[in-house]
């Protein structure tokens, strides 16, 4: 099989189908929408209005979700990342970003569903060492589960990883998404 980079067809047809199951998010991500109707490359980093970028929710068999410490940023965050060309889907690229910077193999997580579990739009600051000018990333998160322990972190981009309760998540939408999906 040939891997085909991730399509603006795709992007559509996965927020399309995100937003038929979240309609109230509809004013949340028109931005999105009307980037890809303006024939926005959303699959390219270098697509500088914004682009798509994938996450993965990795719950552990107690429930727990698995956080990285991103050295970039210093904070800790839910793993995930750039598209890359060999992607074939966003939820292909939220397990590879997954396995990349925690070291859990693929072969041991498993995803809850194929659409993204939680679609959040957030502003990337200007970075003058890669020549990126302040950006927005839409990032489409997808659950995972999981009986493994972390791996071999992936330290150019990851100091630590922990396992932290549901409720240590800032965003309260995701959070219920989250506890409701792990019902």
Do not use: C
Not at 93 to 110: F, K, Q, S, Y
Not at 113 to 125: E, K, M
Not at 127 to 137: C, G, S, V
């Amino acid at each position: 099989m040939i891997d085909l980079p991730i399509t603006e067809a795709h992007i559509r047809s996965t927020l399309t189908a995100y937003l038929d199951e979240h309609p109230e998010e509809n004013p949340d991500l028109a931005s999105v929408i009307r980037l890809l109707d303006a024939g926005a490359n959303l699959a390219s980093r270098s697509e500088f209005r914004g682009h798509a970028t994938a996450g993965a929710i990795l719950a552990g068999a107690d429930g727990r979700i698995l956080h990285i410490h991103h050295l970039a940023t210093g904070m800790w965050l839910l793993p995930g990342g750039h598209l890359e060309p060999e992607d074939n889907s966003l939820l292909q690229a939220a397990g590879r970003e997954l396995t990349e910077e925690t070291g859990i193999p693929a072969h041991v997580i498993a995803p809850h569903g194929r659409d993204p579990l939680h679609i959040d739009v957030h502003p990337i600051d200007a970075n003058p060492l890669k020549d990126e000018p302040a950006h927005q990333h839409f990032d489409f998160r997808f659950l995972f589960r999981t009986n493994a322990e972390i791996g071999e972190l992936q330290t150019e981009e990851v100091s630590d990883a922990a396992w932290r309760e549901t409720d240590s998540l800032n965003d309260e939408h995701l959070r219920r998404r989250i506890i409701q999906a792990l019902r």
